[in-house]
């Protein structure tokens, strides 16, 4: 499976800022998130909790305990006034009664707000009515000392005082238990947030990461694969592919990339196939020539082949030309040239050697069967009949040289001086026919 196979078609050719707003959103996503999440949390389930708490804290619990002082106070105005009769104890006392008055109003009103049982408040009321219709009782005697009936009031008044202070302490601690257990809840709900933040935190680190992956998926290792694309390319890797789908910049980068190689390696290829093949017949040009020769000898003589060589020029050329002029002339040449390429094996090499001169290099091909190779080009090339100027018809013949390399007998350089004194000699003895060189001997060569 190639690459582009394993990319969905939904996200190839997505565009960069599509990528990129992908990759922030994964980075920031779960950051909104639980910052949303978190804030719900904490404000439904700690802060109004713990405002509630210290809502009951200033509503119920500071009348309860101011309530609770101020009887402190009470009980010893009316002790005292029941000692030494003094009218200051009466004022204290009036101003006592008021302030209790007013919290015991305050406690019933914020207790009924939040719901709670207000029986003990109602019954703190009464108790409270009593306890003052009594020390009205007290306070109204004229007595300086402590008599046996002020002594009955009063220890029915400290009876009632106390009975007062526990029902307030009773408030208070229903008070107290149901903050506390607010309390409790809310402090569970910051243990659960402190978890929670730590996940949010870990999934904000793998989200962000991925964020990360995503960038890097689709622009750096894109830009990456563009880079060595380039890279591979100038190191002579002509045939590479740079494989980029997201995101769609970059991708119609790499698509332009792989087009622009495509022209190069054609050009290439046009420059390459010019720089060794001849213009007029496409056979190969001379310079080829000398190269593949070289490189058949040396084969030849590498493994105790044989390689052969002909020689073939056109009959009369120059008669040909003067008589149907250069263009014809031409014509000719690039006829011979293709009854050479429709008579050979695809291993042997014709090449153009100049003029209306060929050559044809035969790899591992005796004397024998070279023989008849070029006799059948020289039949071949006899019986075409070619156009010159469209109406007019033409034919030419060719004389063709042979000469054979077995092993390491000759060098390139003497079997082209071979073929070329055959052709000479089939020049020589009528044209239109073939001859066979002779085996050059060794001081030959090496004169
Ligand atoms: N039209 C054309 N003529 C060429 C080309 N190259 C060489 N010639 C001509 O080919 C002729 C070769 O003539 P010669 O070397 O005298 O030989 P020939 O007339 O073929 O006679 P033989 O080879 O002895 O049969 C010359 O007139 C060259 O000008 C070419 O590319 N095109």
């Known amino acids: 499976m ?137 306070l109204s005697g004229e007595s300086i000392r402590v008599n046996a009936i002020v002594g009955e009031d009063i220890e029915e008044f400290e009876l009632l005082i106390n009975r007062l202070a526990h029902q307030l302490g009773t408030v208070h601690d229903i008070v107290r238990i149901r903050n506390e257990k607010t309390h409790q809840q809310a402090l569970a709900s910051l243990t659960l947030s402190e978890y929670l933040a730590g996940a949010g935190l870990v999934i904000s680190i793998i989200c962000s990461l991925l964020g990360v992956v995503v960038i890097n998926r689709s622009l750096v290792s894109s830009m990456d694969q563009l880079a060595s694309g380039s890279m591979r390319f100038s190191d002579g890797d002509r045939e590479h592919q740079v494989e980029v789908h997201i995101p769609r910049e970059l991708a119609n980068v790499a698509d332009a990339f792989n087009q622009m190689m495509k022209q190069i390696r054609e050009q290439e290829d046009t420059l390459e196939r010019m720089a060794i093949t001849d213009g007029l017949t496409g056979l190969y040009n001379r310079r080829e020539f000398d190269r593949l020769l070289g490189e058949e000898v040396r084969r030849a003589e590498r493994y105790g082949k044989s390689v052969s060589l002909i020689i073939g020029d056109i009959d009369h050329f120059k008669t040909f030309n003067d008589s149907y002029g250069h263009q014809a002339g031409d014509e000719a040449i690039r006829s011979v040239g293709q009854t050479l390429s429709e008579n050979l094996r695809e291993a042997d090499k014709a090449c153009r050697f100049g003029g209306e001169e060929f050559v044809i290099i035969l790899p591992e091909c005796d004397a024998e069967a070279a023989r008849q190779v070029a006799e059948r080009v020289r039949n071949a090339v006899e019986a075409r009949i070619f156009h010159i100027d469209g109406e007019r018809t033409a034919q030419v013949t060719i004389s063709l040289g042979v000469a054979t390399s077995a092993g390491n007998s000759d060098t390139p ?18 044209r239109n026919r073939v001859k066979t060189g002779r085996l050059i001997h060794q001081d030959e060569r090496t004169s």
């Open 2 to 138: 190639s690459t582009i196979d394993k990319i969905p078609a939904f996200w190839r050719r997505r565009s960069l800022r599509f990528w990129l707003a992908t990759g922030m959103l994964m980075s920031l996503a779960p950051i909104f998130t639980f910052a949303l999440t978190g804030y719900f949390l904490y404000h439904g389930t700690i802060i109004q909790p713990l405002v509630e708490v210290a809502s009951k804290q200033r509503h119920i619990l500071q009348p309860v305990q101011s309530i609770q002082m101020s009887l402190w106070d009470v009980s010893e105005s009316v002790v005292d006034f029941a000692i030494d009769g003094e009218d200051r104890h009466k004022i204290a006392y009036q101003q006592q009664v008021h302030q209790i008055d007013d919290n015991l109003e305050k406690l019933s009103v914020a207790m009924e707000d939040q719901e709670f049982d207000i029986s003990n408040i109602n019954e703190a009321q009464d108790e409270w009515r009593e306890l003052v219709t009594l020390s009205n009782t007290i």
């Open 413 to 430: 350089e003497t079997l082209l001086k071979r073929a070329d004194l055959a052709l000479y000699k089939a020049k020589e003895h009528g």
